[in-house]
């Protein structure tokens, strides 16, 4: 089935420190691909939705310089977070739905889990 | 209100017990519904995915969507203690590019 790869898994920096969270689709394509955030015991909150070839969109509240997102490839998306600071600490989780099998549903990474000190 | 509601529990069972999880949704704009499974510091994994209401079924589990009353719900037959994780309910309007809405999820513990 489809497959979706994020990494790293777990990160544990300094505040100021900028981070890359890479996701990969590995046997499909993705035109999206979202990026959501997950603080303990709470849902998944979108954060962006990634566009191959485009910017991203980001929802309200999310700040855009804060939290860049590169779409390079239509099996690459990648999340940085600049100038990280504890209150950034949370599991960030990205997915993707191939855009060859519509009818399937969004296929999600394991997640990483980010911790700044 | 919010979109999605769904009881965070916990929820303990004993092993081969029913386990009936649900979520109400206010959008009535929603057309296709999933269910996830996510275990501790890991993403979520997809159980069940419907779009019509009635019952859909694959193995234990059970999707069940009620559009007319907003309600959709899981079951899960002869618990196993594998099953024990969390339960996030999603949903959608579109079948394909935009982000799912989720429910906050349900910790359901089940001890053999």
């Known amino acids: 089935g489809a497959v979706v790869s994020q990494h790293p898994s777990r990160v544990i920096c300094k505040s100021g420190t900028s981070v890359k969270i890479e996701c990969r689709s590995l046997?499909?394509?993705?035109?999206?691909m979202f990026w959501y955030r997950q603080f303990p015991k709470q849902s998944l909150m979108l954060m962006a939705t990634s566009n191959e070839g485009s910017k991203a969109t980001y929802e309200q509240g999310v700040e855009k310089d804060k939290f860049l997102i590169n779409h390079a490839s239509l099996t690459l998306s990648t999340l940085t977070v600049t100038s990280a600071h504890p209150e950034d600490s949370s599991f960030y989780i990205c997915?993707?739905?191939?855009?060859?099998?519509?009818?399937?549903?969004?296929?999600f990474g394991d997640g990483t889990r980010l911790s700044i000190l | 209100q919010k979109e999605v509601e769904q009881d965070p529990g916990p929820l303990s069972v004993p092993e081969g017990a029913i386990v009936s999880l649900n979520c109400t949704y206010s959008?009535?704009?929603?057309?296709?519904f999933m269910w996830y499974r996510q275990y501790s510091r890991k993403g979520p994994e997809l159980l069940m995915y419907t779009y019509s209401s009635g019952n859909k079924e694959d193995g234990r589990f059970t999707a069940q969507v009620d559009k007319s009353s907003k309600y959709i719900s899981l079951f899960i037959r002869d618990s196993q203690p594998s099953d024990s994780a969390t339960y996030l309910c999603a949903m959608s309007v579109y079948q394909a590019g935009t982000a799912l809405i989720f429910g906050k999820g349900t910790t359901l513990s089940v001890s053999s």
């Open positions: 959008n009535s704009a929603f057309q296709y």
């Open positions: 997915s993707a739905q191939d855009q060859g099998s519509s009818n399937q549903p969004q296929h």
């Open positions: 046997d499909f394509q993705a035109t999206t």
